[in-house]
């Protein structure tokens, strides 16, 4: 399939609405697949030094 300008390759012959939305979400998706480990991983070993500065102070 071949473009015969920029605007035709992001109108997609008329379907582009739903070729970049499915983009978006797909990107969407692989982004919180990546960021919510991490962010959770964070957040466990926050948990954990918070929870070692306790038993020590007792």
Partial sequence: MSF???SDFF???NHGLYVWTAYGVSLAVL???LAL???ARRR???DEAR???REENK
């Fill in 44 to 46: 466990y070993l926050q």
């Fill in 37 to 39: 480990p991490l962010v």
């Fill in 51 to 53: 929870r070692l500065r």
């Fill in 4 to 6: 015969s300008s920029f």
């Fill in 31 to 33: 982004g919180l697949n």
């Fill in 11 to 13: 109108a997609m012959g």
